[in-house]
């Protein structure tokens, strides 16, 4: 009996390390899985002819001619709208005044809701705002924006809670010169808009027009490079010279534990600290720009990723077989010459490891650039500016996108999409760091 | 290889340059965290000249920008508190056991491949936990009053749970690697004597294998303190950022607001800000930050050398 009972304890065991691993990779594809997915969808999506229209109009891009066959058809379609609105707009003013106040308000939302979907009407005032210049350019927003001029949306309130319900307009205008927008809407919705599988691969590299509506997110790309690439040029040569100290120089003594307590120290340093150091120090301090900048952003990120550069090229350097170092100390080569020929070449794939880690954990950080470098709305800095400008970066425009932006909910495809190409870059990075390792451990098997 | 006296004297000199410049360039690695502390403590200061002490550790009025203004932090430190606490509570368990089954119960290839995935998890950058939380996670707690049981008021999705939860994940890798190498080093001979006696595997990791490598897992659960307790941009989207103890305090479904995400929200006017007692006061808050990981890593080095020194003498 007793032994039964330590043998389901045993078993017990085993199965909750079983699930907590699997909880672990269980949440890592919950994580993983709608970023991609949905983060694909900016990149490969269904593309309205509004999307080649301002593909045309913003960046020069397609086949102008077929694009004006294209417009031209489906401003045929589109006619029945834009003349039953203007019809119901004469009608509007014969009303009787009672009827006419009922009905203004619906007829205001219908007519900003067709320019919201189909872009201003030919012969409009043209808008100040670009993102008023096109209609609905992703085919999925644009049925979204379709039923709400199709419906009306109206809260029921209970005991049970809030519940969304939505009241289809077209009864409403019944009868008037209105009706055929609902009925054309439902009907031909596709042709005014022509959806087509558009693949926009230049999400990646684009500018972002009118904060995010439209383009891509190029400057957020190029601001994250210029980052993390800056933070390694100032963080690896000097973590290579400190590990190179530690490991072949140092004498072990008090002097030298607390450099290595301190280096520890740093490791654990919260990330939004370094950011406030950042501030007070590079900018307020040094002042090595008039304010946020890559070059303070950078330097910021090079300390944060400081002692990971420095661990692992202390593992690397420690790994090297203590053969090699006497082989060339015994050939006559000074410590220095040994170093530099015989060990940091043998180290090397080891620190590039650590190298690329750190250049993922770089580029992944938003609280040490929120103060340092990052800014909301820019455009791409150029190489010659990064001493001085601040810079839009991935990791900070996600956050800014999804929580500050004006309007949140309509630009979660650029969103999924920044997320995405930030993991893909970050596990990328990481990826290269785990066949390196693996081809170091092969080489040091064999 | 004779050296004539002035070619052994060059190279003696070289050398000792040599070493002076690494040495010189260590330093300036090394003491970064000094001037960490010096300038955090030096714009943290005229706080507490200002304004004082009391008024910050001990009130819970938090309205920096009315006139005058009013700094109590005692409800953005309990905010901290509280998120840190469940998010460890959450992951040390998981933790341990996830730690125990990849160094004692997997076979070898399997924990080859485990191995890339904790990585991974650790390497997903913050602010996509944060989007996560915010697109995912908080939609799924929003509605959470039908598949949580009992009745529970739901005000907002983003919440003291939800941002624990996610910290929770976040802080997991940390301490399953951690304590993963801690195991590994009590080292064979242990296990096998115990199985020798008739244990079985878990009576061998609970009463031999966890007591002979419990300081480095103490290491870990206070380096997953640290990595909760420092996490930025996850509190911010997902805490609800509201100045309040919640109330019971340990309702985790209202909002509350961390020192991390104050000090991240507010210094968004820095430029404008600088010199200001606002200004000053999320340095207070950094320097509270920086003592507190200061604590933490002090302890986890004593604990080590304690242990070592143990093996040493035992």
Redesign the interface.
């Known amino acids: 009996m007793r032994l039964k009972l330590r043998k389901l304890l045993d078993r017990a065991l085993t199965t909750c390390g079983y699930l907590a691993i699997g909880g672990m990779a269980l949440f890592l594809l919950w994580v993983l899985v709608p970023v991609f997915t949905k983060g694909f969808g900016a990149y490969v999506f269904r593309g309205t002819v509004e999307h080649r229209r301002m593909m045309v109009g913003e960046f020069g891009r397609g086949d102008l001619d077929r694009l004006r066959a294209e417009l031209a058809e489906v401003l045929r379609v589109r006619e029945t709208v834009y003349q039953a609105v203007a019809a119901f707009e004469r009608e509007l003013d014969a009303m009787p005044a009672a009827r006419r106040k009922a009905l203004k308000p619906a007829f205001r939302e219908v007519r900003e809701g067709v320019s919201v979907l189909l872009g201003p009407e030919p012969g409009a005032p043209m808008p100040a705002l670009t993102r008023r210049l096109y209609g609905q350019t992703r085919w999925e927003k644009a049925r979204e924006k379709a039923d709400d001029i199709l419906f009306e949306e109206t809260w029921v309130y209970s005991d049970a809670g809030s519940r969304r319900v939505l009241v289809p307009r077209a009864p409403q205008f019944e009868g008037t010169a209105l009706a055929p927008v609902f009925t054309s809407l439902e009907r031909d919705l596709a042709a005014m808009l022509r959806p087509r599988i558009t693949v926009y691969p230049r999400f990646l590299t684009d500018r972002s027009i009118d904060a995010h509506f439209f383009g891509g997110i190029g400057p957020e790309v190029l601001g994250t490079l210029y980052l993390s690439l800056g933070a390694l040029l100032v963080a690896v040569p000097l973590g290579i010279v400190a590990a190179v100290y530690f490991q072949e120089y140092a004498k072990e003594g008090p002097r030298v534990a607390f450099l290595r307590s301190c280096v520890n120290t740093l490791a654990g340093v919260p990330s939004v600290v370094f950011g406030l150091f950042g501030l007070a120090f590079f900018i307020n301090t040094l002042h090595v720009s008039p304010g946020k900048s890559v070059l303070a952003g950078a330097l910021t990120l090079a300390l944060l990723v400081l002692p990971t550069v420095i661990r692992a090229s202390e593992e690397a350097i420690a790994a090297v077989p203590r053969a090699y170092k006497e082989g060339a100390m015994a050939l006559g080569a000074g410590r220095f010459r040994t170093v530099a020929t015989v060990i940091l070449p043998a180290a090397l794939p080891g620190i590039l490891t650590g190298i690329v880690i750190s250049m993922g954990r770089a580029a992944g950080e938003t609280a040490p650039i929120i103060f340092t470098a990052a800014v909301s709305v820019g455009q791409m800095v150029k190489p010659s500016e990064v001493l001085s400008q601040p810079t839009p970066a991935l990791s900070w425009n996600l956050y800014n996108l999804c929580t500050e932006h004006e309007a949140v909910d309509e630009l979660r495809h650029v969103q999924f999409g920044m997320a995405a190409t930030l993991v893909l870059i970050v596990l990328a990075l990481n990826l290269a760091a785990i066949l390196l390792r693996a081809r170091i451990a092969r080489r040091l098997k064999g | 290889?004779l050296l004539s006296p002035g070619e052994r004297m060059r190279?003696r000199l070289?050398?000792l340059a040599?070493?002076g410049v690494?040495?010189g360039?260590?330093?300036?690695?090394?003491?970064?965290?000094?001037?960490?502390i010096f300038?955090?403590a030096?714009?943290a200061l005229p706080f507490f000249t200002q304004v004082g002490a009391r008024e910050f550790f001990l009130s819970t009025e938090w309205y920096p920008a009315h006139q005058p203004p009013r700094f109590g932090a005692a409800a953005i430190f309990a905010g901290s508190l509280l998120v840190t606490a469940t998010a460890v509570l959450l992951a040390v368990p998981?933790?341990l056991?996830?730690a125990?089954?990849?160094s004692d119960?997997?076979p070898f290839g399997v924990r080859q491949v485990?191995k890339?995935?904790?990585?991974?998890?650790a390497?997903?950058?913050?602010?996509?936990?944060?989007?996560?939380a915010?697109?995912?996670v908080a939609p799924l707690m929003q509605n959470g009053?039908s598949w949580l049981p009992g009745q529970f008021e739901i005000a907002s999705g983003v919440n003291a749970l939800t941002a624990s939860l996610i910290l929770g994940?976040m802080a997991?890798p940390t301490i399953?690697s951690v304590s993963e190498d801690a195991l590994q080093a009590a080292g064979r001979e242990l296990r096998e004597g115990s199985y020798a006696l008739g244990a079985?595997?878990?009576?061998t990791?609970f009463k031999v294998v966890i007591p002979a490598s419990v300081s480095g897992l103490f290491s870990a659960v206070l380096?997953g303190v640290?990595r909760a307790?420092?996490?930025?941009?996850v509190v911010?989207?997902a805490s609800g950022n509201a100045a309040q103890i919640p109330r019971p305090w340990y309702n985790l479904l209202q909002p509350v607001r961390t020192l991390?995400a104050t000090?991240?929200g507010d210094?968004?006017e820095?430029?404008q800000m600088?010199g200001s007692a606002h200004y000053h006061v999320?340095?207070a808050m950094?320097l509270c930050?920086?003592l507190v990981?200061?604590a933490?890593?002090l302890a986890g080095?004593w604990i080590v050398a304690r242990q070592r020194k143990r093996l040493r003498g035992g």
């Open positions: 290889m190279r070289a050398e040599g070493r690494l040495f360039i260590t330093s300036v690695a090394a003491l970064a965290v000094l001037a960490i300038f955090i030096r714009d998981l933790g056991f996830a125990l089954c990849m119960v997997l485990l890339p995935v904790i990585e991974m998890l390497a997903i950058p913050s602010v996509v936990y944060g989007f996560f915010l697109t995912v009053g994940v997991l399953v079985t595997r878990a009576e990791l380096l640290m307790m420092g996490e930025t941009m911010w989207m991390t000090i991240a210094m968004g820095a430029d600088t999320l340095f950094g930050l920086l990981s200061f933490c890593n080095e």
